[in-house]
């Protein structure tokens, strides 16, 4: 099994960055791609949507919302998967959660989410 922990969510303004990171434990030489999603308030499980993902070759996806402003990045000696959170907007507001994908288990593992909230 794999387990994720968030951390460096928080209330902030508009306009600054915040930097999330998200580091894996237990079976992590399963994990080959990691990524971060949203769900904003309101929204159901369901509705959890990707912000950036990257496999574990440096592949990136973004969503067009977040493009130019946030990046993410991984450091697989450190089992670790950040994002770079530049110029938030309001609409960022959400609970972030990190993912990862496991080959050997063919499954998602999901962190317990952190808050991000960003004032106008």
């Known amino acids: 099994q794999v387990q994720l922990a968030e951390s460096g969510g928080g209330l902030v303004q508009a306009g600054v960055s915040l930097n999330l990171s998200c580091v894996a434990s237990?079976?992590?030489?399963?994990?080959?791609?990691m990524g971060w999603y949203r769900q904003a308030p309101g929204k159901q499980r369901e509705q959890r949507e990707l912000?950036?993902?990257?496999?574990?070759?440096?592949?990136?996806n973004n969503a067009d919302s977040v493009k130019g402003r946030f990046t993410i990045s991984r450091d697989n000696a450190k089992n670790t998967v950040y994002l770079q959170m530049n110029s938030l907007k309001p609409e960022d507001t959400a609970v972030y959660y990190c993912?990862?994908?496991?080959?050997?288990?063919?499954?998602?593992?999901w962190g317990q989410g952190i808050q991000v909230t960003v004032s106008s």
């Open positions: 912000v950036a993902r990257i496999s574990s070759g440096g592949s990136i």
């Open positions: 993912n990862a994908w496991s080959f050997r288990y063919r499954s998602d593992f």
């Open positions: 237990g079976s992590t030489f399963t994990i080959s791609a």
